[in-house]
């Protein structure tokens, strides 16, 4: 009994949901944009209070001893360099990842996801933060987030992710030669050169561990295992940038062997799963016509069709499906409202293919009309109409009925 109360609260909610989705146009910026602000928010707070606190020793010092702190040999270094180094380099990594969020990047969302987690690690471990601190419970529910919308950043690209892959080595690479640099004095040998601290941080970010320079001080004990939890993070999430979308096509072509792929030009594209869409799907199939189906959820079955999991009024996505080159996008959902989306959203990419808008409420024809369909298909609306003609015994005009029953737009000169 309390399930079917909680399925009737959902029924309920679902279409208020949906139309505030579409009226704001959530789909261009959520929730994509406020993780990408989150993210970065993350970042810049762990950054703040680290350069709060060298400008304060840097004007403390009057900057004479800037180029002093790099020294190795300095003894005043390591509690300056320490107090929030690491905390400030998972800032800096939270920043540049943002940025990838906001285009929807799956490498960018498994990046902050594990450097989100690090920093959650940090705040609790190394700055000994209490859990119910609010930069804890904020860090919770940025993970929660990510973890919620998962399926939002789909986007991969090679190219993209061997950048992302590089610039992250880098930075890495950068903050172990600084630490070990500045902690020298710390380690056993003490590291004393530029090469020996390059070659202690490649050792150390590989994991391999030679065991020839140890960490002695508690200090240089906190940096090694900064730097072990960031190049392995780093190097995995550099593997799955650059092997992922290699693996995945692979794996696509030999798990998916009977999915056919076609060329998109003059196809046909279906969107809505109905009993419309999919009835129109296998007639344009049988008629050995080449059709692409959006659909929301991929258990959805259209026989050979080739499927397209997304949001039909996202303009991504009907590129995607190649709406620019089609011959026909058919609007068929249930939902009046997002035929009518869907129809504007063709006419913001500007495509000449034929838009076709299905309508299954005679109070929204009118509604539908005003995006400018090029043809509407109104099959519920007209029905009753021609049940009624017929149990009158009226006379039925089939040319002016089919014209009412399909409502082509006049071509236009």
């Known amino acids: 009994m309390r399930r079917w109360h909680l399925l ?58 800037l ?6 040999l300095s003894a005043q270094v390591p ?25 929807r990047s799956r490498l960018a969302w498994i990046s902050a996801l594990l450097i989100t987690f690090a920093q959650l690690a940090l705040a609790l471990g190394y700055d000994h933060q209490p859990w119910h601190s609010t930069s804890v419970l904020y860090l919770v529910a940025l993970l929660a987030a990510l973890a919620l919308y998962r399926h939002v950043f789909r986007q991969s690209s090679l190219a993209a992710g061997t950048l992302f892959a590089v610039a992250a080595l880098l930075l890495v690479l950068v903050y172990g030669l600084l630490g070990a640099l500045i902690l020298g004095q710390g380690f056993s ?23 020839d320079i140890l960490p002695k001080s508690d200090n240089a004990r906190l940096f090694v295992i900064s730097l072990i939890v960031l190049g392995l993070s780093v190097f995995l999430t550099s593997l799955t940038a650059v092997v992922g979308p290699l693996v995945q096509s692979r794996l696509s072509r030999i798990i998916e062997p009977r999915r056919k792929r076609m060329k998109r030009v003059n ?79 063709l006419r913001e990419l500007r ?30 609306v007209f029905g009753g109409e021609v049940l009624a003609m017929a149990l009158t015994e009226e006379k039925i005009d089939g040319e002016s009925l089919l014209a009412r029953f399909l409502d082509v737009k006049p071509q236009q000169s």
Do not use: C
């Open 79 to 103: 509690a300056l360099i320490l107090r929030g180094v690491p905390t400030a380099i998972v800032g800096s990594l939270q920043v540049f990842i943002a940025a990838g969020l906001l285009a």
């Open 189 to 211: 040998p003490p590291i004393v050169s530029l090469q020996e601290a390059l070659y202690f941080t490649v050792v150390t970010m590989s994991t391999v561990g030679y065991g």
């Open 351 to 380: 495509t000449d293919a034929k838009k076709i808008a299905a309508v299954s409420r005679r109070k929204n024809l009118e509604r539908v009309r005003r995006v400018q369909p090029d043809m509407i298909l109104a099959p519920n």
């Open 267 to 345: 196809h046909f594209i279906i969107t809505g799963q109905g009993a419309l869409a999919q009835n129109t799907a296998r007639e344009l199939l049988n008629r050995d016509r080449s059709v692409v189906v959006i659909v929301d959820d991929e258990n959805t079955l259209f026989g050979e069709a080739e499927m397209l999991v997304g949001d039909a009024t996202d303009l991504d996505v009907l590129r995607k499906a190649g709406a620019e080159t089609a011959d026909s996008v058919l609007a068929l959902s249930d939902d009046d409202a997002e035929n009518a989306f869907v129809i504007l959203a």
């Open 67 to 72: 180029f002093d702190a790099l020294h190795p």
């Open 8 to 65: 009737a609260i959902a029924d309920f909610f679902k279409p208020v949901w949906l139309r505030v989705y579409r009226r704001a146009r959530l789909d261009l910026w959520y929730p994509h944009i406020p993780l990408a602000i989150a993210v970065g928010g993350a970042g810049a707070l762990a950054l703040l209070p680290v350069i709060r606190k060298y400008l304060q020793e840097y004007l403390h010092l009057q900057l004479a001893g």
